[in-house]
């Protein structure tokens, strides 16, 4: 059997990358690697769930994603385009908030809206407590009383002594009307500082009545339903209404809030622990089950990678076709003939 020397062996690697570069660019390439991907994921639903998720590898993944550098480097910008540019294409739609739901997410939420826990005690009673709230019960109290008065105060309602007047003959009407125009004008002097001081302490108490009716009888048909049609108000109501383009100072503004929200909550020590926490429980539950056993049991169905092959082969393929990837396989063949030569004694 005539030797190969390592210069033909250099030869043959060349010539082995050069036709993977070439087999990669060819339409087989995408068809066997949606075969690989389907008998990679079978191979995987039958694997123990210990043999697939590394809790260590994981643990420090998360804390990676809790430093800064990738929260504001990497986390922030791509919240800011996958929120301001949601809210543009939202805020142009014309179709109702209920399409966007679909039929089940409409009832579900209507649903929702009739239980009677769906409103939070202690947020109402601290809403009771609220100046600004209270202020608004004086003002509406206030202006009804007024609005009252004009029609029962015999100084000034119609049926009262105005209409009286007009029917007394003319001598000494002159006297009288200005002997109850002057009564009148110290009735009203005192009427509304008696009214504002009467509302003093009754608008907060009205308010805090008000929120333990709504909570008393939070559980009946009559504020279910009440719920139920504000929130199918709501689901009429068209995307563009209730979107804010970011463009607008006030979705601008939602904008930051969203991001803001979004970051805090995702770089908190507190979801990172509690994440890791979890997914480390997980493996420990079901480290010696195959995965596919575990999707059952959560009764959840594996899905079809068909359409995850088909959408990631254009990444896969740039990534195999890299000079970093053709260089790494260059790499494992002249290991692999450097061990078949020594095997040899070459």
């Known amino acids: ?43 995987m639903l039958a694997t123990p769930l210990g043999e697939l998720v590394d809790g ?41 908030l209920s399409d966007l739901l679909g039929e089940r997410g409409r009832e579900a939420v209507v649903t929702l809206a009739a239980h009677p826990e769906v409103i939070d005690q202690s947020l109402m009673r601290a809403l009771a407590q609220d100046e600004a709230m209270v202020a608004a019960m004086k003002d509406v109290l206030y202006e009804a009383l007024m609005q009252f008065s004009e029609r029962v105060n015999p100084f000034v309602a119609d049926w009262g002594l105005p209409r009286l007047l007009d029917q007394l003959p003319l001598f000494g009407k002159g006297t009288l009307r200005r002997a ?18 009467f509302l003093k302490g009754f608008a907060s108490k009205s308010t805090q009545q008000l929120v333990a009716l709504l909570l008393d009888k939070r559980g009946e048909p009559e504020l279910m339903a009440m719920r139920q049609h504000l929130v199918e108000l709501m689901l009429d109501r068209r995307l563009s209404e209730l979107c804010w383009s970011p463009d607008e100072p006030r979705g601008q503004q939602l904008s930051d809030a969203i991001i803001e929200a979004l970051i805090g909550a995702l770089s908190h020590s507190s979801t990172h622990r509690e994440l890791e926490q979890a997914i480390r429980q997980l493996i420990a539950r079901w480290a010696d089950q195959p995965l596919g056993e575990v999707l059952d049991e959560l009764g959840i169905a594996p899905p079809d990678v068909t359409p995850f092959a088909v959408t990631s082969w254009l990444a896969v393929r740039a990534v195999l076709t890299s000079d970093a990837a053709l260089d790494g396989l260059a790499r494992a063949i002249d290991g692999a003939h450097d061990a078949w030569l020594t095997s040899r004694g070459g």
């Open 1 to 43: 059997m005539a030797s190969i020397d390592r210069q033909t062996l250099r030869e043959l690697r060349d010539a082995m990358v050069a036709q993977a570069r070439q087999w990669l660019s060819d339409d087989r390439a995408e068809q066997a690697w949606g075969a690989f991907s389907r008998d990679a994921f079978a191979a």
């Open 56 to 96: 260590d590898a994981l643990a420090a993944a998360i804390a990676a994603a809790q430093a800064e550098v990738f929260a504001e480097g990497t986390l922030r910008p791509a919240l800011r385009f996958a929120v301001q540019d949601t809210m543009e294409r939202l805020s142009v739609l014309d179709e109702p």
């Open 180 to 197: 109850f125009q002057s009564t009148r004008a110290d009735f009203d002097k005192r009427l509304e500082p008696e009214i504002k001081k």
